[in-house]
C-alpha cells in the first residue's frame, strides 16, 4: 500500500496547509496504510520514489510521475483549455463560481455550487443557488471536458461564469481553497470525497446539511455585460 505524500509550494498560504492537513486527517481515518504511516506533508519538496504523489499545486505537477499528471498538464494549460472548449460552442472568460465535480469510476456527482457572494475579497460560500435549466448546462460541460480529458476519479472544480449560457474560465484538478467552504456544510464534505477518489471508496449522494443558508449568485456588473 502506497505512502502518501501531499504537495506543497514553498511557504504555502494559511489556506494551502488548512486543505493539505485536512485531506491528511482524512487519509489517516480512512485509509490503513496512513494509519500505519503518516501521511508527508511536502513544502516545496520532491516525493521519494515508493511515495503516492498528490500536488496541491498545478506548478507542482510539471515532471512529476503520479496518477493525475496528464490531467494536471491539461489544466495547467489554461489557455488551451479554453480554446478546445470554445470549438465546442461553449463561450470563455472570467469566472467567479466554481461547479464540484465528484468524478467516480461509477460516474459523476455534481456538488452545489460555490461562490463568493459579496464579492472578490469575501469568504467563499456553499450553496449557491441556480435555476435547473442553468444546472443542467453546467453539468453538460462538465461531462463532455472531463470524459475529453479522461479524467481520473477526483474532485475537480469548473470555474465558470453564467450570462445566458454558461461561461468556461478553467478547470481545477484537486480541491482547491473554494472546497475549503464545503467543511460542515455537505456531506461528505468536498475533501472527503477526494479521499474517496484516491481509495477508490464509493460516495453514493452529495447532501447539503439542514438548515444552510443559500444564496443567489452575484449579478454582473455594467462593465461585465
Known sequence: ???????????????????????????????????????????????????????????????????????FEACADWQGLRAQIATWGYATGVGKHWLPVVWTRHGPLYGEAISRPAGPASPYHQPTHWRDAQRQALYALAHTLLRHLQAPPSVYLIQFDYRQEPIFDRLWPYPGRPALASVGVQDPDLLTCQVCCWLDRPIRDLRIHPGVTWVEPAQPTPCEL
Open 1 to 71: 500500500m502506497p505512502n502518501w505524500a501531499l504537495g506543497l509550494p514553498a511557504n504555502p498560504e494559511p489556506w494551502q496547509r488548512e486543505l493539505a492537513e485536512g485531506l491528511a486527517a482524512r487519509l489517516a481515518q480512512l485509509s490503513p496504510a496512513a494509519q500505519s504511516a503518516p501521511v508527508a506533508i511536502l513544502e516545496g519538496m520532491s516525493p521519494t520514489p515508493d511515495q503516492r504523489y498528490c500536488p496541491l499545486s498545478l506548478e507542482l505537477a510539471a515532471g512529476r510521475a503520479f496518477p493525475e499528471a496528464p490531467v
